[in-house]
Each structure stands twice: as C-alpha cells, then as structure tokens.
C-alpha cells in the first residue's frame, strides 16, 4: 500500500511486519521515532505477541537484545551515534555468540564536538565488529531492506545493521510502498533459532575459550559472513518475487556503462550524485555510479567486476578514518588491487553538512582532469583551518579547538584574537 509517511515511521510498521517478539529500546535522536511508533504499536494491540521492554541505556538494549535472542525470540533494536558507542561491548558479544539481532542505525556523527546530524562514522567505527551492515539509499529500500534483514539474520545466525542516514531519511517524508502482512508472511519464514536456550539441553553460552580454538571461532563467523555474498543476492530475488520490485543486493551500477570516471558511494548521497551523473551524461561526460548496499562482508569480486573498466574512481563517503583518510575507499583499493586505475578519496557531508549539486559538479570535473588530490575533503574552509593552524603555532594556549572554530565563524559572540 503507498503512502505518504515519515522514513522511521515506515521502518516501524515494516519491523512490525516482521513479528518481533521482543523489541528492546532507548531514544537517541534521529532513531527515536522508529522505536516510538513500535511502542505505540505494541500498545496499541497492533502488534500482537511482542514484548516492548524500555531500558536505562544503550549499552542495557543490546544487552537485553543478547538475552532475548539467546532465549529463542525474534529480536530487535535501533540506535546512533553515540548509543552505538556505548553498546560496542555488547556489539562485539552479539556478533561472537552468532545471535541473529536485527538493529537499525540511524547514521548520525559522533563526538567530540557533539553533533547530532548525520555522517556514516557511527556504524563505520563498528565495521569490524562481526555484523552485516546494509546501507539504505532511500526510504523505500529502508523498509525493504528490514524485511530481508530479518531472514538473513535468521539463516545465518549473525546479527545485521541496517543503515539509514539520520535526518535525511529517518525524518524525511515521501511516497514508500508498505507491504501487506501477508507478503512478509510469504517471504519471511516463522522464525527458527538455531541456537537457543533449553533447560531440557543446558549449553553454555558465551563460555570462555582459550588459544586451542579461539582462532577457529572466528574464522567460523568470518566464514558465515561470507556466506552472505551468496545469500544477499538470493533473497533480493526471491524478494522481488513476492513484492514485484528490486531492493537490496550487493551493489548496483547506474549510467555506468562506457564510464570513464565511475564514483562510489553508499547511502541517501546516492540520489544526489545520480542527478548529477544525469546531467553530466547529456553534456557528454563519460560518468557513472557504483552504490554500494552491502559494507560487510565487502563485496570485494562483485565491486571489482563493476569497477575494472574505469580510468578513475572517485570514492565519495561521509565518514573519515582520522590519520588515513577514508575507509570505504580503502576497501575499494583492495577490491582494486594490481589494476591501473587511480582511485581518489573524497570526505563529504561530515557532521551533517549539505552535499550539493554544485560541489560535486566541480568535483567531477576536476576528477576528470585528474586534478585531485589522493584524499581530499568537499567544501572544507581552507582558510578557516590555515587560520586556526597559524593560531596554534603562534599561541602555546590556543584553547579549544571546537570552541576556537565557532568563534570563528561567528556562533559564538567574542572573537579569538
């Protein structure tokens, strides 16, 4: 059924599709309303046989999360930011004991300087902690994509993120396809654990292991990761089966046939770039896209296969890995490795700032060119930092950096001499 709605509102009845039986929560913008409308929904009687259990924290919803899987219940949460930072110990157990949560990030920038808007360094920080992270370009994959989370979650028994840019998407209202209980019922299975606690079996879970298998523990989850390569790709099929219309994969190419210059991105930033590919295209620029959907496992033969062609790749993400300089392009490299194309890392939007049309096609062009640098930041103030710097090394006690800036840039009233 179409309808005008808020993104997280439509991530909401689209969970509550998905029958969860217990749902942990904690508001932190821009998730909120997400958790929210389930509770209203649970309330409400809407979502029948559910369990809407408000915590103290983030680090206690994940935990509860942990609890509730292992008991054998189908199982959810959302979080950001700074909340996904406090639950990263639990974070890592979730992925270790194989428990198939399914979470909604609702991408946002961590501090410090607090920010609440949105970039992709809150789940890029956690990218190695045992999850799959799947990347929503729109409010209608978002849906889409919970709906496939849930079944690949419960097949592999791995826990999955599914990523939605703060703000941008979670609050944004537009025109998104709910899909009718009994087309989630046909795709998604009842669950089925396969693991769970039983006092008639006693197990141990989570019980400690020494160097003899350690190893092989992991290797089997990084294993079972893998497995999703084969059965994303699938269940996008199967998907498009039952609900008549393409969502989710691995990655996905647009305009990118004959591309010179193929850029790389993931998430709501994609609409944008494709507008400007499409003008670009009818003056004759040889230009395309490659969006990534999948970050882990990173779909390294897939990207290589849409990338071999090109002369340049431009990796354009809103995340930063202080001291290097991008972390989706460092995959890319690898996925890339041994061929003679010059791939260029792009930070953009951090902190919430607006990539525009303009920017990126003065970006695009001068990449053509190849007149950009290896790493380089869209629409950083120059003259801003150059200042600040200056500052530093005239001044011992230049004070805050944060405040320093603000002062700058005339938020904060007095002036730093």
């Known amino acids: 059924m179409l309808k005008q709605c808020e993104g997280s509102h ?34 409400g009687g809407e979502l029948k046989d559910c369990e809407f259990i408000n915590v103290e924290s983030e680090f206690a919803a994940m935990s509860v999360a942990i609890g509730s899987s292992a008991a054998g219940a189908r199982t959810y949460t959302a979080t950001a930011s700074q909340g996904l930072l406090f639950m990263a110990e639990a974070v890592y157990n979730a992925s270790g004991l194989g428990l198939p949560i399914v979470m909604t990030v609702a991408n946002r920038a961590i501090g410090a300087p607090i920010n609440i808007w949105n970039d992709h360094t809150d789940a890029l920080s956690q990218r190695d902690a045992g999850w799959l992270q799947i990347f929503a370009e729109n409010n209608q994959e978002a849906v889409d994509l919970h709906i496939q989370a849930f079944r690949l979650a419960e097949e592999l028994s791995l826990p999955v993120m599914v990523c939605m840019d703060g703000f ?46 350690f190893m092989e523990v992991r ?17 996008a099929a199967e998907f498009k089966a039952v609900f008549g219309r393409d969502s989710g994969g691995l990655c996905h190419t647009y305009q990118a046939e004959g591309a010179d210059t193929l850029i790389v991105a993931m998430g709501s930033v994609l609409g944008t770039i494709k507008d400007v590919v499409d003008e670009m295209r009818e003056a004759g620029h040889k230009i395309g896209v490659l969006g990534i959907t999948l970050f882990r496992p990173f779909p390294i033969k897939q990207v290589r296969d849409a990338l071999h062609r090109a002369k340049r790749v431009v990796v354009l993400e809103k995340s930063l890995a202080v001291g290097l300089g991008g972390i989706v392009s460092t995959n890319v490299r690898m996925a890339l490795s041994a061929l003679p194309i010059d791939v260029y890392t792009v930070v953009a939007g951090l902190g919430g700032r607006a990539i525009t049309k303009r920017s990126l096609h003065a970006l695009f062009r ?52």
């Open 10 to 43: 439509a991530v909401a009845e689209a969970v509550a599709l998905c029958r969860p039986e217990v749902i942990c929560a904690y508001p932190i913008s821009p998730q909120t309303h997400i958790v929210e409308g389930l509770g209203e929904m649970v309330k």
């Open 168 to 213: 941008i998407l979670t609050h944004a209202y537009e025109r998104v396809d709910i899909p009718s209980q009994e087309q989630v019922d046909a795709y998604l299975p009842p669950y089925e654990p396969r693991q769970v606690l039983d006092p008639q079996a006693p197990v141990s879970i989570g019980a400690m292991v020494g160097p003899e298998a």
């Open 219 to 235: 290797y089997l989850a990084h294993a079972k990761q893998m497995q999703a390569l084969e059965r994303i790709p699938e269940y």
């Open 366 to 417: 001068k990449a053509e060119k190849d007149d950009i640098d290896a790493v380089s930041f869209l629409d950083l103030n120059h003259a801003l930092v150059d200042k600040h710097l200056a500052r530093e090394k005239a001044h011992r006690r230049s004070g805050p950096v944060a405040e320093a800036l603000l002062r700058e840039v005339g938020t904060v009233a007095a002036k730093i001499a």
